[in-house]
């Protein structure tokens, strides 16, 4: 089973519109959370993280943690074409480098 | 400062053919990692290092594929024998220690293997 689960698989939202992705962790020893994004045809390369209870906002990118349900959340506000990507989700454990990768919100950004 | 560098970015080998995949880390970083990606399975944790040595060798991948760090600046990932479902692209991730508390990973161009 897997450690983390991402929905939804896919997402279209409108130039300018609000996206919202959700992460969950299965596995209670994970504390920290991870959003990377991947263009296509590109690697993956870190938005955010968080692993305090809360949000936390970089321009136009929120991303919410909360500890008890294990669930985390990345909001983008006006999404550009420029968003469209694959969203992974990320866990991983106190001292221990180890990412438990979700499969991903493929975000559509319409013109 | 040089990012991960992978070699060769695209590889097409005949099934049962052995092959070798190189990463080259971010300077300095202690952590290694390698991972497969498909569309299905989406990131597989291959193999795992610490200050080279293995702390991770992702149990269902271990009959075939061998990650070696050969020194703190190079590592491989054998597969041998190939066969096609290993038709993937294979990425190589590096971070600093974990002393620099819950490190970012870094991950290289990938290496798009096509199996035939």
């Known amino acids: 089973q897997q450690k983390v689960q991402q929905s939804p698989e896919s997402l279209i939202v409108p130039e300018g519109g609000m996206a919202s992705l959700n992460c969950t962790s299965s596995d209670r020893n994970v504390d920290y959370f991870w959003w990377y994004r991947q263009h296509s045809g590109k690697s993956p390369k870190m938005l955010m993280?968080?692993?305090?209870?809360g949000e936390k906002e970089e321009g136009r990118f929120t991303v919410h943690l909360n500890k008890a349900s294990l669930h985390t959340s990345l909001h983008i506000r006006d999404s550009q074409p420029s968003d469209s990507a694959l969203y992974l989700c990320?866990?991983?454990?106190?001292?221990?480098?180890?990412?438990?990768f979700g499969s991903g919100t493929k975000l559509t950004v319409e013109p | 400062d040089a990012g991960v560098t992978q070699t060769p970015r695209h590889e097409v080998a005949e099934k049962g053919q052995t092959i070798i995949l190189k990463c080259e880390p971010v300077s300095g970083h202690n952590d290694l990692f390698w991972y497969r990606q498909t569309k299905i399975q989406g990131l597989e944790l291959l193999s795992y290092?610490?200050?080279?040595?293995?702390?991770?060798d992702g149990g269902a991948f271990k009959d075939r594929f061998k990650a070696e760090m050969l020194n703190s600046s190079f590592s491989t990932l054998k597969i041998q024998p190939t066969e096609p479902k290993d038709s993937a692209v294979y990425l190589c991730?590096?971070?600093?220690?974990?002393?620099?508390?819950?490190?970012?990973?870094?991950f290289g161009p990938g290496t798009r293997l096509t199996v035939l």
């Open positions: 290092f610490r200050s080279k040595s293995l702390m991770e």
């Open positions: 991730a590096s971070s600093p220690d974990w002393g620099v508390n819950y490190a970012e990973q870094f």
């Open positions: 993280s968080i692993f305090s209870n």
């Open positions: 990320a866990a991983s454990m106190s001292n221990y480098n180890v990412l438990y």
